[in-house]
């Protein structure tokens, strides 16, 4: 399995919704990663775990909370976000000590906050 | 800190014309260097990468790409533009001594390709 699977693809919610994308990788990957991308846009860093442990937010507002209960998955739980928070999430992973291997990344989350 | 500037927001070629994307990049320490492609509403394809060693490294699809380290660049090419490569394209790089460190993404080409 050399995919990162990210669920759902689409996600529409309003202000006062309570929310959660999911991330998953069997590739035995120690480093995972949120990334935020807007249209027109790069992606920009939110969250970075290695070895399930929180290394790197990139001063993102705590309505984002990411969690990493087990080294193959990764979510992003969301709480009364802003229409200014609709954007493409990706959820990317590599090896620790190994980034020249690569990252892969999944499809992303499409996200419409109404 | 490391950072990757992409020369050019908009590149539009003809088919079948040379295709060449501009980057360089900024970084105290070795880096390595990676071409994104993202076809409209999807993710990112890895197009190839720049590790150690040959400095000339072949991606899919056809593309190209030569580390100079001392132009500090890694420009993209490919020989004959197709129109299946119209498409935004991301330069990045991260820190090949540290583990664990993400990616840094240029601000992005959209490649244009006419008939």
């Known amino acids: 399995d050399t995919e990162v699977t990210q669920t759902p693809k689409h996600l529409v919610m309003g202000m006062t919704n309570k929310k959660s994308l999911k991330c998953e990788q069997h590739?035995?990957?120690?480093?995972m990663y949120w990334y935020k991308q807007k249209a027109k846009k790069p992606p920009e860093l939110m969250f970075v775990?290695?070895?399930?442990?929180?290394?790197i937010n990139e001063s993102v507002p705590s309505r984002f909370s990411p969690e990493c209960p087990n080294s193959s998955l990764l979510n992003l739980h969301l709480h009364a976000l802003q229409p200014e928070d609709s954007a493409l999430y990706l959820c990317?992973?590599?090896?620790?000590?190994?980034?020249?291997?690569?990252?892969?990344f999944g499809s992303g989350t499409r996200l419409t906050v109404v | 800190a490391q950072s990757v500037t992409q020369l050019g927001s908009h590149v539009s070629v003809s088919e079948g014309a040379l295709v060449l994307l501009r980057c360089n990049y900024s970084?105290?320490?070795?880096?390595?260097l990676f071409w994104y492609v993202q076809y409209p509403n999807q993710g990112l394809q890895l197009l190839l990468k720049?590790?150690?060693?040959?400095?000339l490294v072949k991606g899919i699809n056809g593309f190209e790409a030569e580390f100079k380290k001392s132009e500090t660049s890694f420009h993209l090419t490919k020989p004959s533009a197709h129109m299946s490569d119209a498409a935004e394209y991301f330069c990045?790089?991260?820190?090949?001594?540290?583990?664990?460190?993400?990616?840094?993404f240029g601000k992005g080409t959209t490649l244009s390709v006419s008939s």
């Open positions: 990045a790089v991260s820190d090949a001594n540290q583990a664990g460190t993400a990616l840094i």
């Open positions: 720049y590790t150690t060693g040959a400095t």
């Open positions: 990317a992973s590599s090896q620790l000590g190994s980034q020249g291997a690569g990252y892969t």
């Open positions: 775990y290695s070895y399930e442990k929180l290394s």
């Open positions: 970084s105290s320490v070795p880096p390595y």
């Open positions: 590739m035995g990957h120690r480093a």
